[in-house]
């Protein structure tokens, strides 16, 4: 079975700084895919970045990046120039390949920036 | 395009009532996957949902609960003489497929469920 853990319950962050977010997985799965989605106060879910297993470059979305370590099974996000909007909860998760659609979230980690 | 749509965004139960929480996909999505959130807690799957079908309910609770997603309308999560640990935000998610190119998944703005 799959297992995803985030070992940061809680971050903060100055406004304008960088913070990385840890996450790692479990998997005999060789193709797979991680995710990493922000949970606002609002509770809506939101898909921040995905990264497929198979590919070796790091995903980047504007301000958000991944460091992806498929052998250490380990699925960083890097905020830079964090905004007082990226205040949120974020979620890891994990997806086989295949047709099971089955998404498998770590617990989270509650990201504060500061002003 | 509308997104995921849930409705009611919060609804508050009796101990022993019943709870239907509905949830409408992203046009053209097929595929609707139902997760819930404890408090302080990850998404947990539940189930997930084609047209008509079931295809993996692995996450569901033996009793009392049960899903749907008829031909027409919304899919359909039911709970069944509610108890008090069934309190939690209930979320929907859809997607164009569940591999290849559009396997992402949309999610709604999930429901609330207050059982007193």
């Known amino acids: 079975a799959q297992t995803v853990t985030q070992s940061q319950p809680e971050m903060s962050v100055q406004e304008a700084e960088t913070v990385t977010l840890s996450c790692t997985y479990d998997t005999s799965e060789s193709n797979y895919y991680l995710f990493w989605y922000k949970q606002p106060p609002s509770r809506q879910m939101i898909l921040v970045i995905r990264?497929?297993?198979?590919?070796?470059q790091n995903a980047t979305e504007n301000r958000f990046s991944v460091n992806f370590q498929k052998a250490a099974k380990s699925f960083s996000l890097k905020i830079s120039d964090s905004q007082l909007g990226d205040t949120a909860m974020y979620f890891c998760?994990?997806?086989?390949?295949?047709?099971?659609?089955?998404?498998?979230f770590g617990q989270g980690t509650t990201l504060q920036v500061k002003p | 395009n509308a997104g995921v749509m849930q409705n009611p965004r919060h609804l508050v139960r009796r101990r022993g009532q019943e709870a239907r929480l509905r949830c409408s996909p992203m046009k053209g999505h097929s595929h609707v996957y139902w997760y819930r959130q404890l408090p302080e807690e990850g998404l947990k799957f539940m189930v997930y949902l084609q047209k008509e079908n079931i295809i993996d309910e692995s996450g569901m609770p033996k009793e009392r609960f049960s899903a749907e997603f008829p031909k027409e309308g919304p899919s359909i999560l039911r709970i069944q003489q509610v108890v008090r640990g069934d309190s939690a935000a209930y979320f929907c998610?859809?997607?164009?497929?569940?591999?290849?190119?559009?396997?992402?998944?949309?999610f709604g703005p999930g429901t609330r469920l207050t059982v007193t």
């Open positions: 998760a994990f997806m086989k390949t295949g047709n099971t659609g089955k998404l498998i």
């Open positions: 998610a859809s997607s164009l497929l569940a591999g290849g190119n559009s396997y992402e998944q949309y």
């Open positions: 990264q497929e297993a198979y590919k070796q």
